[in-house]
């Protein structure tokens, strides 16, 4: 069955970069995009990017140009997702999901929460 | 980029009670999907191409819609359904999502 298995928790300082990872498993990790989604804490979900792991192709949403940068290892069937000069405001949990067609996200990581705290 | 907008944001239904949860967009899309968020849980697809009930989701769920204007139906409420609804476009960049919808029971 397919499966999202993201990193752990992390703690960062103001002014770090975080980088997450998303094992993938139970389907052909190049036939799909693989989306990153931010839930900051009781709100609602925001789609950060995008990227597609036979080419490393990248769509990113505008507000997220510069703060996040997406790679994939083929070899692992492994996306990351770093997460750069953070700020409180990049305090939440991130979800890494597998785009399908007509743009729908099918499977979901488990999340990983992101605290930026000195 | 389009904005959905959910409503109401928040609501209450009794077991057994008809419940429709309204997603509008700002501009018209091709679809809309669907899903359920459970508390301390990651969201779950559960309503895709705007009517179709993705694996395990109990048909007396539905949804519907064209255009800028789609709706979720719970014919009947149950206790398992309480949780947040998010509707989710995915016809143009960026994709986005509507706020939400904080489901509970009466």
């Known amino acids: 069955q397919v499966k999202l298995l993201q990193s752990g928790a992390a703690l960062v300082k103001p002014g770090a970069s975080v980088k997450m990872s998303c094992k993938a498993s139970g389907y052909t990790f190049t036939d799909y995009w693989v989306s990153w989604v931010k839930q900051s804490h009781g709100k609602s979900l925001e789609w950060i990017g995008e990227?597609?792991?036979?080419?490393?192709?990248?769509n990113f949403n505008e507000k997220f140009k510069g703060k996040a940068t997406l790679t994939v290892d083929k070899s692992t069937s492994t996306a990351y997702m770093e997460l750069s000069r953070l700020t409180s405001e990049d305090s939440a949990i991130y979800y890494c999901t597998r785009w399908t067609y007509y743009g729908l996200f099918d499977y979901w990581g488990q999340g990983v929460m992101v605290t930026v705290s000195s | 980029e389009i904005v959905l907008t959910q409503s109401p944001t928040t609501m209450a239904a009794s077991p057994g009670e008809k419940v429709t949860l309204t997603c509008r967009a700002s501009s018209s899309v091709s679809y809309m999907h669907w899903y359920q968020q459970r508390s301390g849980t990651s969201p779950k697809l559960w309503i895709y191409?705007?009517?179709k009930l993705a694996s395990g989701v109990p048909n007396r769920f539905s949804g519907s819609g064209s255009g800028t204007s789609y709706s979720l139906t719970i014919n009947s409420m149950e206790t398992e359904d309480a949780a947040t609804y998010y509707c989710q476009q995915g016809s143009s960049y960026p994709n986005t999502f509507g706020a939400g919808t904080k489901l509970e029971l009466k």
């Open positions: 191409e705007t009517s």
């Open positions: 990227i597609y792991p036979n080419s490393g192709a990248t």
